[in-house]
């Protein structure tokens, strides 16, 4: 399953435009041991409302409110309360009085605050300006075409990129664009400038190896929404006619699935496939196929039917498709794990400002018991790296890829602003039963597979099929068949 | 009412741990207190108060339950039924909660949009503690988490029983809280975490409690202010409460309807029967018996 358009909206949209400034420390100083455990020493200081008591108001300006609020939101409730050692109140002057020039320019104000937001290095960590009233968006609307795309390399080993089409259909609606073409043109405009843009965008590539796949599949993606009922003109190479440039007028579709909502996020088409990979040889294991488009609470009767489903078509292996799925309520990795870890387990360690919280999981006697892959692309994020990760580390599932996940991994919450723009912001710290953190490196596929546009352009999904043969190894010498009932 | 004590911190346990997608909203209003700020000027630089000047515990309790109507009053309630509506402001989560109560049992049911499915629901019969929600499914509870909720639902008057849940009340400091001063009692408590109330030195009422939430992932510690105290058969409930977990999140709960002394079936606070779980292989499924003749769909 991947990820359409509209998923990306709910993903951190951070362009990490800097590092977490770490102190020097004498690493014999009790600051150093300190800074072993939580984020805070005595020689960097803690924020409390205290500190922010008496501070003279800012310049007046539009998007001044939503920036005090950000800065206050931010200093209180960030996990940690030194704030890499930033001299916030230094930086609600700096930063404010440049929000304050802005004026009505929201582009440059919250330029100016994401900026600031930056400094802490930090997926998750994001100011979104108002959408401008009035203002005519092309690309705007509930619709999509149905398709999915990604940032990945023409052919094997190769480090030249193309958007190319990897799903050629999306919830049973085909798009007439063959599968493995490599996109060129939306609506008349040609996409390699902005691909070049958003890949350009990304400052820190080495230290967040899959944000720029992220960063431009996320980008060319929101291209592709559309309004109700319109129809959006892709011009693509076809991989079956020589990479012949090819115009199609693609019909746009709105989004199928269960709509969901929680707080500011309404309406979210949620999905749940489940279908079983049958032999195709003699003695070969049936293995489950369960996916989901995202972590919400309502999701749950789904993703346990598909499972039991496949249960019962003596499905002997399963492979969860994470790609694609950019997070959701955090506590539902809590019953999906339920739904395989027989023995109790712990899927990591959340660090809040003020507390800490277990990803603890009951062990389930009834859970699944034979061998799991999950599958992770640039586009796992979020609830879907800590599932990933926490069952990994506790030695439950392989992790079958073709690079790491998004390494956004931090709990965070979403707050609207007084000019009609949101702040999302990191609240906690995440951490493996084994101490790994999926921020910013994300988590890396044990089972590391090459993928190209060639795969995609012959009908493969290798990563797939590389999950496949190798739960199936897992399963060691093909099972006698079934005795007759 | 003083029972969203309980829900509340229900609800924030199960928003709590929510990632990427969730939303949150900052109250205008400051908490009294940061528990856990390392550097906080107050604390760093507040010497040990002398608590002997301090009023004892009991007698801000005792006057406590006088101020609000009087043991005669509670003893009034037979049974209570509370609907409540939760809304977390600028989050824009919303839903509502019902709380069935009996002196020594409850039951309570939060319906919280995006937190399905169904209700979350916790009952208690006076003997067995259970909960049913999305995360952890239905479970009966032990130990000193079954111990916490147990104390809390309590709380409909903390004052006036304390004694069978805690072992100790103690004043340990005044602090100010909307510009009025508070008593700060902390309870002892004999198997849950400890509860900390903040009594009006004026009023006598309960304005702030403190306590931590255990669950299976942890303790979380979070605090409710009450107000808007009115009178319910002569006795004074806190319709408004808001409850803040530090850093995360903060809940708005008014008392919408609040009936008192209704009929309520004790079955209601019992744990759910257990249904027979079906194999998932059809093979080893029980054989469904065949309709009797004549009710089939066709005849």
Redesign the interface.
């Known amino acids: 399953m991947r990820a359409a358009p509209w998923v990306w909206a ?3 949209l951070s362009s990490l435009a800097g590092c977490k400034q770490e102190p020097e420390l004498d690493p014999n100083s009790l600051a150093a041991l300190e800074a072993q455990g939580p984020p ?1 020493t005595p020689d960097c ?2 924020w ?4 922010f008591e008496g501070l003279e108001p800012l310049a007046g300006g539009v998007h001044v409110a939503a920036f005090e ?1 950000i800065w ?2 931010v200093g ?2 960030h ?1 940690d ?1 030194t704030l890499a050692c930033l001299d916030w109140i230094a930086l609600r002057t700096s930063v404010g009085q440049k929000v304050a020039d802005a004026g009505d320019d929201s582009t440059a104000a919250y330029a100016a605050i994401n900026e600031m937001l930056a400094l802490l290095g930090q997926s ?1 960590l994001h100011a979104t300006p108002p959408m401008p009233s009035g203002k005519a968006d092309r690309v705007g609307g509930p619709a999509i075409v149905p398709i999915a795309v990604r940032w990945i390399p023409e052919a094997s080993k190769s480090s030249v990129r193309s958007i190319v089409v990897v799903d050629p259909a999306l919830a049973g609606h085909p798009s007439g664009v063959p599968r493995g073409a490599v996109l060129t043109k939306i609506a008349g405009e040609p996409i390699a400038a902005r691909v070049a843009e958003l890949a350009a965008s990304v400052v820190d590539p080495l230290g967040h190896p899959a944000e720029q796949a992220f960063v431009v599949g996320r980008g060319i993606s929101a291209l592709l929404s559309c309004p109700e009922g319109g129809s959006l003109a892709l011009e693509f190479l076809d991989p079956g006619a020589g990479d012949a440039a090819r115009t199609l007028d693609v019909p746009c579709v709105l989004p199928e699935g269960e709509r ?6 309404r309406d979210l088409p949620t999905r749940v496939d489940h279908r079983l990979i049958g032999p195709t040889a003699e003695g070969e294991a049936p293995v489950g196929y369960l996916a989901f488009n ?5 999701m ?2 789904r993703v346990e039917a598909g499972l ?1 489903e496949l ?2 078509q ?1 499905a002997q292996a399963l492979i969860l498709d994470l790609r694609g799925n ?7 990795a ?2 999906i794990a ?1 739904m395989i870890l027989r023995e109790s387990a712990s899927l990591g360690r ?1 660090q ?9 999981v ?1 062990g389930n006697p ?1 859970a699944f018991a034979g061998p799991i892959a999950i599958l992770i692309d640039e586009g796992t ?3 879907s790296e ?1 599932f990933a990760m926490g069952l990994r580390d506790v030695g439950r599932v392989k992790i079958v890829g073709a690079g790491p996940s998004a390494g ?1 991994a931090l ?6 602003l007084p000019d009609g723009g949101l702040i999302q912001y990191v ?1 906690g710290d995440y951490h493996s039963d084994k101490g790994k953190a999926a921020e910013g490196l994300g988590v890396a596929p044990q089972l590391l597979v090459d993928e190209s546009r060639t795969d995609y352009a012959a009908g493969r999904d290798p990563v797939l099929d590389a999950a496949i043969l190798d739960v199936r190894a897992q399963l060691g010498a093909p099972a006698p068949p079934p005795a007759s ?1 | 009412m003083r029972s969203s004590f309980f829900r509340h911190a229900c609800f924030a346990l ?1 928003l ?11 109250s205008g209003s ?2 009294p207190t ?9 604390k760093a630089s507040k010497s040990e108060p002398d608590k002997s000047a301090f009023p004892p515990a009991e007698q801000l309790l005792a006057r406590h339950v006088e101020v609000s109507g009087g043991a005669d009053k509670i003893a009034q309630f037979q049974s209570l039924y509370v609907e409540s509506s939760l809304d ?1 402001g ?4 919303t839903g509502t909660s019902k709380v069935w109560w009996k002196p020594g049992k409850f039951y309570l049911e939060e319906q919280i ?5 169904g209700p979350s629901r916790m009952g208690y019969d006076g003997t067995t503690l259970w909960m049913s929600d ?4 239905l ?1 009966k509870l032990e130990g000193r988490e079954a111990a916490g909720y147990i104390q809390a639902s309590s709380s409909m008057f903390p004052a006036h029983d304390w004694q069978k849940f805690y072992s100790k009340a103690e004043t340990t400091e005044s602090i100010e809280l909307d510009g009025k001063t508070l008593w700060m009692v902390v309870l002892t408590s004999k198997a849950g975490p400890d509860l900390t109330i903040g009594l009006d030195a004026e009023t006598g009422l309960i304005r702030l409690m403190k306590a931590k939430q255990v669950s ?6 979070f605090e409710v202010i009450s107000e808007d105290y009115r009178d319910v058969l002569g006795y004074q409930f806190a319709f408004t409460n808001r409850m803040s977990v ?4 903060e809940i708005t709960t008014v008392s919408t309807k609040v009936e008192p002394n209704v009929a309520i079936d004790d079955s209601k606070f019992a744990f759910p029967s257990e249904h027979p ?1 079906v194999p ?4 080893a499924q029980p054989p469904i018996p065949a309709p009797p003749a004549g009710t089939g769909p066709n005849e």
């Open positions: 709910l993903v951190a805070h200081r803690s409390n409302s205290k500190a609020q206050q939101t209180l409730k996990y309360p998750h969901v909502s929680l707080g500011n996020l995202l972590w919400m609470l309502p749950i009767p039991a249960r019962s003596a950019p997070g959701g309520v955090g506590a539902m809590i019953p339920r959340l809040m400002r003020e507390f800490d919280q277990d990803f603890k009951e009834d994020a979020s609830t800590i956004m709990p965070s919450m979403i707050e609207t609240v009932p | 199960t709590a741990f929510t990632s990427a997608c969730t939303n949150n909203e900052s400051e908490s940061k528990p856990g700020d390392p550097d906080d000027p107050s977390t600028k989050q824009k989560l949009e995006g937190i399905e499915p999305p995360i952890n499914g479970r299976p992932m942890g303790e979380t510690p530090s850093g995360l999140i779980i998932a292989d059809p093979a």
